[in-house]
C-alpha cells in the first residue's frame, strides 16, 4: 500500500522542458497511486514507496510568479500560441489525488496571471473540478490508449470512453483540453483498435471543439529495474505488453535515468504508420509533437 507524506519540499527548481509545456513547475505531489503504477509509470523509477503531499504551495507559487516575471513576452511555439505554459503534474495525476492539496490555489493562482496557464495530463475524469472555471488558463491532457489495453496497464483509471466523453464536458466548463496519446504501445492488432480510438474520438467530440483540441504523442519507454519489480508481483500480462527486448533499446532519459524504447528503426517505422492512420481518421486534430 503507497503511503502519503506530508512535507515541504525543499526541491525548488523550474525545469525547462519544451514538450508537454514550456516549464515543469516544482512538485505540489510527487507520487501517484494510479492503477499504471504498476506497469509503464517513469515517475515510480524513482518513487515508488510514497505520494509526497508538498505543503509549501504558496513557497511554490511565490517561486513560479518570479519565474514569470523573469520571461520575455511570449513567441508562440507548439505548447501554446500566447502563454508560457507550466506543467503542474508530471510527477502525479492532478484528478486523482484532487483531494490531496489545495489544487484550487494553483488553478485560481494560473488564472489570474496574465502571462502563464497551468496544464497536466491524466487519466482519470473528476468531476469536482467542473465547479470551477478556469476561463481557459487551465489545460487538461486526456490521456488515451485503447480500451483493451487500457484495462490491462491502467486499471482501475477511468474508461476511455468516459474520458473522451470528458472533452466535450470540460471544454464546456471553462477548461482547455488537448489529447495526451501516451504511451503508445505497439502490440498485435494495435494499428486496428487505434483505429476504433480516432473513430470514437470522430464521433463523440462535437464539431465545433475539434479545432481547438491538438494532441501530444509519445511511444512507450519502460525501464529494467521497474520490469523486474513488475514481474516479481506476478504481472506477467502487462509486462507481456511493454517489455519487448528484441524491439527495444536502451536511452538515457530526459533527465538522466536509465530507460529503453523502441529501437530507432522500429520506431520510425511506428510513427510512419500511426502518423497516417492518425491523418486519415482524425484529420481535425493537429500533433504538436510525436517521438
Ligand atoms: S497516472 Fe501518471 S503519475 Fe500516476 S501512476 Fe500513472 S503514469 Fe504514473
Same mark, same amino acid.
Given at each position: 500500500?503507497?503511503?502519503?507524506?506530508? !512535507?515541504? %519540499?525543499?526541491?525548488?527548481?523550474?525545469?525547462?522542458?519544451?514538450?508537454?509545456?514550456?516549464?515543469?513547475?516544482?512538485? @505540489? *505531489?510527487?507520487?501517484?497511486?494510479?492503477?499504471?503504477?504498476?506497469?509503464?509509470?517513469?515517475?515510480?523509477?524513482?518513487?515508488?514507496?510514497?505520494?509526497?503531499?508538498?505543503?509549501? *504551495?504558496?513557497?511554490?507559487?511565490?517561486?513560479?510568479?518570479?519565474?514569470?516575471?523573469?520571461?520575455?513576452?511570449?513567441?508562440?511555439?507548439? %505548447?501554446?500560441?500566447?502563454?508560457?505554459?507550466?506543467?503542474?503534474? +508530471?510527477?502525479?495525476?492532478? +484528478?486523482?489525488?484532487?483531494?490531496?492539496?489545495?489544487?484550487?490555489?494553483?488553478?485560481?493562482?494560473?488564472?489570474?496571471?496574465?502571462?502563464?496557464?497551468?496544464?497536466?495530463?491524466?487519466?482519470?475524469?473528476?468531476?469536482?473540478?467542473?465547479? @470551477?472555471?478556469?476561463?481557459?488558463?487551465?489545460?487538461?491532457?486526456?490521456?488515451?490508449?485503447?480500451?483493451?489495453?487500457?484495462?490491462?496497464?491502467?486499471?482501475? %483509471?477511468?474508461?476511455?470512453?468516459? !474520458? *473522451?466523453?470528458?472533452?466535450?464536458?470540460?471544454?464546456?466548463?471553462?477548461?482547455?483540453?488537448?489529447?495526451?496519446?501516451?504511451?503508445?504501445?505497439?502490440?498485435?492488432?494495435?494499428?486496428?483498435?487505434?483505429?476504433?480510438?480516432?473513430?470514437?474520438?470522430?464521433?463523440?467530440?462535437?464539431?465545433?471543439?475539434?479545432?481547438?483540441?491538438?494532441?501530444?504523442?509519445?511511444?512507450?519507454?519502460?525501464?529494467?529495474?521497474?520490469?523486474?519489480?513488475?514481474?516479481?508481483?506476478?504481472?506477467?500480462?502487462?509486462?507481456?505488453?511493454?517489455?519487448?527486448?528484441?524491439?527495444?533499446?536502451?536511452?538515457?532519459?530526459?533527465?538522466?535515468?536509465?530507460?529503453?524504447?523502441?529501437?530507432?528503426?522500429?520506431?520510425?517505422?511506428?510513427?510512419?504508420?500511426?502518423?497516417?492512420?492518425?491523418?486519415?481518421?482524425? %484529420?481535425?486534430?493537429? *500533433? !504538436?509533437?510525436?517521438?
Amino acid at each position: 500500500m503507497v503511503q502519503i507524506l506530508k !512535507r515541504n %519540499t525543499k526541491t525548488l527548481h523550474i525545469r525547462p522542458n519544451g514538450r508537454s509545456a514550456d516549464f515543469i513547475t516544482p512538485n @505540489f *505531489i510527487y507520487g501517484c497511486a494510479s492503477g499504471c503504477r504498476n506497469s509503464y509509470c517513469y515517475v515510480m523509477r524513482h518513487n515508488y514507496k510514497y505520494i509526497y503531499v508538498n505543503e509549501n *504551495i504558496d513557497q511554490i507559487l511565490t517561486l513560479i510568479n518570479n519565474h514569470i516575471e523573469t520571461l520575455p513576452t511570449k513567441i508562440t511555439n507548439q %505548447t501554446d500560441d500566447k502563454y508560457w505554459t507550466y506543467d503542474i503534474g +508530471c510527477s502525479t495525476d492532478v +484528478c486523482l489525488h484532487w483531494k490531496h492539496t489545495d489544487w484550487l490555489k494553483v488553478f485560481n493562482f494560473f488564472k489570474g496571471n496574465p502571462y502563464a496557464k497551468a496544464t497536466f495530463a491524466t487519466k482519470y475524469v473528476n468531476h469536482k473540478l467542473l465547479d @470551477f472555471n478556469p476561463k481557459s488558463k487551465v489545460r487538461i491532457r486526456f490521456s488515451l490508449i485503447p480500451q483493451n489495453i487500457s484495462s490491462i496497464l491502467e486499471p482501475r %483509471t477511468s474508461s476511455i470512453i468516459d !474520458r *473522451i466523453r470528458a472533452i466535450n464536458t470540460f471544454i464546456e466548463a471553462g477548461y482547455e483540453v488537448h489529447l495526451n496519446f501516451s504511451p503508445i504501445v505497439a502490440y498485435e492488432r494495435w494499428l486496428e483498435e487505434y483505429e476504433a480510438l480516432f473513430q470514437s474520438l470522430n464521433t463523440h467530440i462535437k464539431e465545433s471543439y475539434k479545432p481547438l483540441i491538438k494532441a501530444e504523442c509519445i511511444f512507450l519507454t519502460h525501464n529494467s529495474h521497474q520490469h523486474e519489480r513488475n514481474i516479481l508481483s506476478n504481472r506477467h500480462e502487462s509486462e507481456s505488453l511493454i517489455w519487448k527486448p528484441d524491439l527495444q533499446e536502451d536511452k538515457v532519459s530526459e533527465y538522466g535515468g536509465s530507460a529503453v524504447r523502441y529501437r530507432s528503426g522500429v520506431k520510425k517505422n511506428f510513427i510512419q504508420r500511426w502518423v497516417a492512420l492518425h491523418d486519415k481518421i482524425i %484529420t481535425w486534430n493537429t *500533433i !504538436r509533437y510525436i517521438f
